[in-house]
């Protein structure tokens, strides 16, 4: 959570508003291979794609 | 940044790039301050700095519990900013490297709160909500570096790097405990990549070459037609100059904003007309030609941002600080340029000084203290002695481990005595005493001393003890009040951040033309009655020692000049080629095995290379071998 309101301020600061879609599909994409890296469900995610 | 209740103790920490290092503050009063490599044995060791904390911490007395802030030294939403729109700017060029570059922000740099609070919490238990995280912007960090433990109340801060966040070189001024900030120059476009941009390319490596190519650079001929064709295309090809210092570099001939290296090979070699130079291979005038033309062209436009500063603040002092603040050559021409009265220049002025830099900001600017200025003192770094110290016992338990016999000499006045004559008599010592330096020179504390007058020294240290190449200088460190008897000095040069010219007098006769003798005979003419430390062009990179910060340096010396005439000694760091500079007396005792050094002094102690059992020894700590830098 603490993360998400820093990056909040951050935008909010810098008032890059374009980044916030770019932001959430590279957290989004990220998330997910670190996930799949990770895990059980590692070999199903790409059925995902 | 708000203001809170006063400060007492504030621990700044830079990692994650290269040259990780932590510093603690107390009262505003610099405690500590270490590079992680020091304690890891990884060369520019780029990890948290967890040894060097739990040192502060040690040295310091305190628990991170006792601790009013944490600093970080840069922001991290705001280089992910940058190479996020970089990335954007360029595309669809730089996608492979945007692919790589992502996992690393998506896993990690991101999220480097909770990382720094989890390896904190891997230090020590402490309490996350009372004990504040912060973080300044790189620049910020490099300006108070600069500016706070100068002896100025008010100055012109100019600090130069490859890049922080957006800022690659920023002017600032600084007043009381205030530094605001009145210009920036942003990414790409940036002094310190142009200058590693010709380090990779003239076969070194980036971040740790940059003083081998400023080293190899008087090997060039300034006369010759060659250079200053490369200084045309540089400043026609590669670079914009402007006016006012900043400088725009023409990104079809760099590759560093999108790519994985940091130019096109084959572009800068059409260019140049000539091959880049692979690693380890051998030097051609040419290569110097290229090194002289872009050292040229750095100073040029260092002083072009120093008259802007000037013009901006109308300060008459100037404090330096950032990675190209470490290019002791530009340093030197920027003091001969009389912009400013005087210069005080950060001892370690690249990232590992932006921990001590965040620290000291949020001091100054966040908690808003007042600034006290020791009027005594030549600065607030007490020397840059700033690491650890170790004791007798420590030295004794070392000698036992080592099987070793010493000899030990209980008066200071002695010991120096008996040093000087054996250096004076040709020898090699490793010289280890007190606190460990911050900065990646080193100042006597852990040296590797030799005779300056002895013309093979230059020879047998590089080759035979540091195991490096032999076309690099060695500086001298000599006595402050003696230094205007051998240099052209205008100032005090304490962190060895200034190149001078050997006196005239103390020139001997070169050839006509001596410019155009290829590199190795070059080095191997006896240009002065100094020849150890003399460098090809008559220059020297040099230390002046002063009692008030270094008394058994400066009792060296003086035992020196008693016995030669001569107040000064060759000052290399001790350690052997891509090994970081030694830390504790069992680093120093390997170093000295598995070299041909001749004798270690650690503090009183004097170990004779005679007496050890050194063959089955040596064999052993060959081993433990460095990768090269």
């Known amino acids: 959570m603490e993360f998400l309101k820093d990056l909040w301020l951050f935008l909010k600061e810098r ?6 879609p770019l932001l959430f599909i590279i957290l989004l994409i990220g998330g997910l291979i670190i996930f799949a890296e990770s895990s059980a469900v590692g070999s199903f995610i790409y059925t995902l794609f | ?17 290269h040259d990780s290092a932590a510093a603690i503050i107390i009262d505003g009063q610099v405690i500590a301050a270490a590079q992680e490599e020091r304690f890891t044995r990884i060369k520019h060791d780029p990890s948290f700095p967890t040894h060097a904390i739990q040192f502060c911490l040690d040295y310091s007395g305190y628990t991170l519990n006792d601790l009013d802030a944490i600093v970080f030294y840069d922001k991290p939403f705001l280089k992910f900013e940058r190479l996020l729109e970089t990335y954007y700017n360029f595309s669809p060029k730089g996608f492979w490297s ?10 990690e ?28 912007e790189h620049h910020l960090s490099h300006a108070a570096s600069a500016f706070y433990p100068s002896p100025f109340e008010e100055a012109a801060i100019l600090t130069i790097d490859g890049v922080g966040e957006w800022a690659t070189a920023s002017i600032c001024h600084g007043k009381g405990n205030k530094i605001e900030v ?13 200058y590693s941009a010709f380090t990779y390319f003239l076969g070194f490596k980036v971040n740790s070459g940059e003083y081998k190519l400023m080293g190899l650079a008087p090997y060039g001929d300034p006369q010759s037609e060659q250079v200053r064709q490369f200084v045309k295309k540089i400043e026609s090809d590669l670079i914009t100059i402007n006016e006012d210092g900043s400088i725009l570099l023409h990104q079809a001939y760099f590759s560093y904003a999108t790519g994985l290296r940091m130019v096109p090979d084959q ?34 436009v260092v002083i072009k941002m120093a008259q802007e500063a000037k013009r901006l603040t109308g300060s008459k002092n100037l404090c330096l600080a950032g990675g190209v603040a470490l290019n002791c050559v530009a340093n030197g021409q920027l003091q001969e340029a009389q912009i400013f009265e005087a210069l005080y220049i950060q001892p370690a002025a690249g990232d590992a000084g932006g921990a001590l830099g965040a620290a000291l900001a949020v001091h100054h600017i966040y908690f808003d203290q007042q600034r006290t200025i020791d009027s005594t003192k030549m600065d607030s770094m007490s020397g840059s002695y700033l690491g650890p110290q170790f004791s007798d016992l420590r030295i004794e338990q070392t000698a036992r481990k080592f099987k070793s016999s010493f000899t030990k000499i209980e008066k200071q006045t002695d010991l120096s005595e008996q040093v000087a004559a054996l250096i004076a008599s040709g020898n090699v010592i490793g010289w280890f005493q007190g606190r460990m330096e911050f900065g990646p020179r080193a100042l006597g504390n852990r040296s590797i ?25 060695f500086a001298p460190a000599v006595l402050a009040e003696k230094a205007a008897d051998y240099f052209a000095v205008q100032s005090i040069s304490p962190y060895m951040l200034l190149v001078k010219d050997v006196l005239p007098e103390r020139r001997k006769k070169i050839p006509a033309d001596y410019h155009s003798y290829p590199l190795r005979e070059k080095l191997a003419l006896i240009r002065t009655d100094i020849p150890a430390v003399t460098h090809v062009d008559f220059s020297a990179r040099i230390q002046t020692v002063h009692q008030e910060t270094n008394p058994e340096f400066h009792s060296l010396l003086q035992a020196f000049e008693g016995q030669t005439d001569y107040a000064l000694l060759i000052n290399t760091s001790f350690n052997v080629r891509g090994e970081p500079i030694v830390c504790t007396p069992e680093d120093a005792f390997r170093c000295f095995l598995q070299t041909d050094m001749d004798y270690l002094v650690l503090g009183n102690y004097i170990f004779d290379k005679k007496k050890q059992r050194t063959s089955n020894l040596k064999n052993e700590l060959r081993e433990q071998q460095f990768e090269l830098d």
Not at chain 2, 8 to 17: E, H, N, P, T, W
């Open chain 1, 15 to 20: 008032k890059k508003w374009w980044l916030l």
């Open chain 2, 1 to 17: 940044m708000g203001k809170q209740k006063p400060a007492s103790a504030i621990l700044g920490i830079s990692a994650f790039y």
């Open chain 2, 182 to 194: 009145l210009k920036e120059m942003h990414f790409p476009h940036s002094l310190g990549l142009l």
């Open chain 2, 109 to 136: 740099k991101l999220f480097l709160k909770r990382i720094i609070r989890q390896e904190l919490q891997a230090i020590q238990t402490y309490d996350q909500k009372k004990v504040k995280l912060l973080f300044p």
């Open chain 2, 449 to 473: 001393l030799g005779d300056i007058r002895n013309p093979e020294m230059q020879k047998k240290i590089n080759l035979k003890i540091k195991y490096r190449e032999s076309f690099r200088p």
């Open chain 2, 98 to 107: 945007f692919v790589k570059a992502i996992p690393a922000w998506v896993k």
């Open chain 2, 267 to 300: 572009k800068w070699e059409k260019l140049f007309g000539l091959k880049k130079r692979t690693p380890e291979s051998a030097l051609e005038q040419q290569h110097c030609n290229l090194g002289i033309a872009i050292q040229q062209v750095t100073e040029k």
